[in-house]
């Protein structure tokens, strides 16, 4: 057993209202340059959609993810190293501009230049920013479809419906949504890095952020095919791929992604996994594909027994990362309330960014109906034939079986019964957290992480020393960094690094009183003590 460490996230689906707070923020943060105007390191797809880029679960097209070979070994789906050389200069699997859309601006200057008494209104052309031609019609962009805006040309196109043989009524009175936040899943076995020629893709060994070395990519696009989850892009002025990188500068200092910091709805949890990299292969390879959720579950290792505490320990994981993985909100709704579950197990990367179902608008059409929208025996009954249907949550979370989303939402229905007789005073009653085979307490603990969990319990993050680099090669965008010396400077990139730490490196020094810095919010004229403090004090 060979135990490593992994920053997880889960995301409560139903608490998401659509805002896009978070893309807008991840973009302001990390893709506001030339050559990211298309790249959404966070979208939120409204589904039943085709999501972004268009039709990105349609692996029968993009050849995504790994598949089962007759002796139950993994591949590419989109082929080995021999098809790899094969199609290096010409990529028959990767999306285009089209299925992405292409980035616009307006012609801004012609409204404000526009001379006076002229008689007609003076306009602002949409023009591309790849080439600054103007656009005769804009046809798509990365909401295009959201809150159904395009259902009636878009449904039908739904990947997940297809597989399932579904259909969905168009007319508004009948229709169904929910969102669906996506960024990079981190996965435990990601074909995004299996698929690179150069290398230049990795995932790290100490928190198993999936990153990728700029230095080293060679912009030959085979990572963007082999992501099923198509959250690998292209930047077409550097000719690098990009993707989220977990905003791992935050998480070195103890804070959360800047998705999760400014999400309106509170959804967003991360904590630590403990997982047997030894297994990996093993799990992966799984012959039945409704069979990956629990498979992947098994790969998961529980941080309170005392052998993978030891095991931990004998790998070298800090004690402050076992100690997060114990206290882990992501374990707690995983395997403690069994409510959250993967993206798409049957791609074969076991993704590390999970899902609570929603439960959809099932105490409304409950109460239309007539009946108590909050009593456990009705809402039990109406999971069966809510709107949005079982076999399309379980088409997105667990390869088509609906036993797990019925469990997850049977116990959220649950949490919603119990909790509203002890929020009316009434006793509460057992039989409902029986009837899901969890206790009250449990219940009242369920119902305090997902409803009213402060900051501090929804983000358990163990900060990592600032002192050295950690042998993290994007941090070293010139290749000469030894990473085993303290850092004499900081070269501006930026963010205004400052121009030089002290003799013992950064935040080094006896007698220095620890403290988190933001790394991303100081300024050019500031010097936070904590992390470089006044050689003559110490």
Same mark, same amino acid.
């Given at each position: 057993m060979k135990v490593m460490a992994q920053i997880a996230m889960v995301m409560n689906l139903d608490k998401c209202i659509g805002c896009h707070t978070c893309s807008v923020t991840c973009k302001q943060a990390w893709t506001n340059r030339e050559g990211t105007e298309y790249i959404w390191f966070n979208n939120v797809e409204t589904r039943p959609g085709v999501g972004y880029p268009r039709g990105w679960e349609d692996q029968e097209k993009w050849k995504g993810g790994w598949v089962r070979t007759a002796n139950g070994k993994l591949k590419p789906k989109a082929g080995g190293r021999l098809k790899k050389l094969a199609t290096i200069f010409h990529n028959p699997n990767m999306p285009g501009i089209k299925d992405y859309y292409e980035p616009w601006s307006y012609e801004?200057?012609?409204?404000?230049?526009?001379?006076?008494?002229?008689?007609?209104?003076?306009?602002?052309?949409?023009?591309?920013?790849?080439?600054?031609?103007?656009?005769?019609k804009i046809e798509w962009s990365s909401n295009w479809d959201d809150n159904l805006g395009g259902s009636t040309t878009t449904l039908d196109e739904d990947p997940v419906l297809k597989e399932m043989n579904?259909?969905?009524?168009?007319?508004?009175?009948?229709?169904?949504?929910?969102? +669906?936040?996506?960024?990079?899943?981190?996965?435990?076995?990601?074909? %995004? $890095? *299996?698929? &690179? =020629?150069?290398?230049?893709? #990795?995932?790290?060994?100490?928190?198993?952020?999936? +990153?990728?070395?700029?230095?080293?990519?060679?912009?030959?696009?085979? %990572? $963007? *095919?082999? &992501? =099923?989850?198509?959250?690998? #892009?292209?930047?077409?002025?550097?000719?690098?791929?990009?993707?989220?990188?977990?905003?791992?500068?935050?998480?070195?200092?103890?804070?959360?992604?800047?998705?999760?910091?400014?999400?309106?709805?509170?959804?967003?949890?991360?904590?630590?996994?403990?997982?047997?990299?030894d297994r990996v292969a093993e799990v992966a390879a799984t012959e039945n594909p409704q069979d990956l959720y629990e498979a992947q579950k098994s790969l998961l290792l529980d941080p309170h027994d005392p052998r993978v505490v030891e095991a931990a320990i004998a790998e070298n994981i800090p004690h402050s990362w076992i100690d997060a993985a114990?206290?882990?909100?992501?374990?707690?709704?995983?395997?403690?309330?069994?409510?959250?579950?993967?993206?798409?197990?049957?791609?074969?990367?076991?993704?590390?960014?999970?899902?609570?179902?929603?439960?959809?608008?099932?105490?409304?059409?409950?109460?239309?109906?007539?009946?108590?929208?909050e009593d456990d025996k009705v809402l039990f009954t109406a999971l069966s034939t809510m709107r949005i249907p079982l076999e399309y949550l379980a088409g997105l979370f667990t390869a088509g079986d609906?036993?797990?989303?019925?469990?997850?939402?049977?116990?959220?229905?649950?949490?919603?019964?119990?909790?509203?007789?002890?929020?009316?005073?009434?006793?509460?009653?057992?039989?409902?957290?029986?009837?899901?085979?969890?206790?009250?307490?449990?219940?009242?603990?369920?119902?305090?992480?997902?409803?009213?969990?402060?900051?501090?319990?929804?983000?358990?993050?163990?900060?990592?020393?600032?002192?050295?680099?950690?042998?993290?090669?994007?941090?070293?965008p010139f290749g000469d960094m030894d990473p085993t010396q303290p850092l004499a400077h900081f070269d501006d990139l930026g963010m205004g690094a400052p121009s030089a730490c002290s003799d013992e490196g950064c935040g080094g020094g006896s007698g220095t009183k620890a403290g988190t810095v933001n790394l991303l919010?100081?300024?050019?004229?500031?010097?936070?003590?904590?992390?470089?403090?006044?050689?003559?004090?110490?």
């Open positions: 801004y200057d012609k409204l404000l230049s526009a001379p006076k008494g002229q008689k007609t209104q003076p306009t602002a052309r949409p023009i591309s920013q790849i080439d600054g031609r103007p656009l005769a579904l259909k969905v009524a168009k007319e508004i009175e009948d229709a169904y949504m929910f969102y +669906l936040p996506r960024i990079c899943e981190h996965c435990l076995n990601p074909t %995004c $890095v *299996s698929s &690179c =020629p150069s290398g230049a893709m #990795y995932k790290r060994t100490e928190d198993g952020i999936v +990153l990728v070395d700029q230095d080293h990519c060679r912009g030959w696009r085979m %990572c $963007v *095919s082999g &992501c =099923p989850y198509k959250k690998v #892009y292209f930047n077409h002025r550097s000719g690098k791929a990009e993707k989220c990188t977990l905003c791992y500068p935050r998480l070195e200092v103890g804070q959360p992604t800047v998705c999760s910091e400014t999400c309106v709805g509170r959804l967003r949890y991360l904590g630590v996994l403990l997982y047997d990299a114990q206290q882990s909100p992501v374990w707690d709704l995983i395997f403690k309330y069994e409510v959250a579950l993967p993206l798409h197990p049957e791609y074969r990367t076991l993704p590390m960014v999970w899902y609570i179902p929603p439960l959809s608008p099932i105490v409304d059409e409950v109460t239309a109906s007539g009946n108590d929208g609906t036993a797990p989303v019925e469990r997850s939402l049977r116990r959220l229905v649950a949490m919603r019964s119990y909790m509203r007789d002890i929020n009316l005073g009434d006793e509460p009653q057992e039989r409902i957290a029986e009837a899901v085979g969890m206790t009250g307490k449990k219940i009242q603990e369920m119902y305090r992480l997902l409803a009213i969990a402060k900051y501090d319990d929804r983000y358990v993050i163990p900060t990592a020393s600032p002192e050295t680099p950690r042998g993290i090669t994007s941090l070293d919010s100081w300024g050019p004229d500031e010097r936070p003590d904590s992390m470089f403090p006044d050689s003559r004090e110490s």
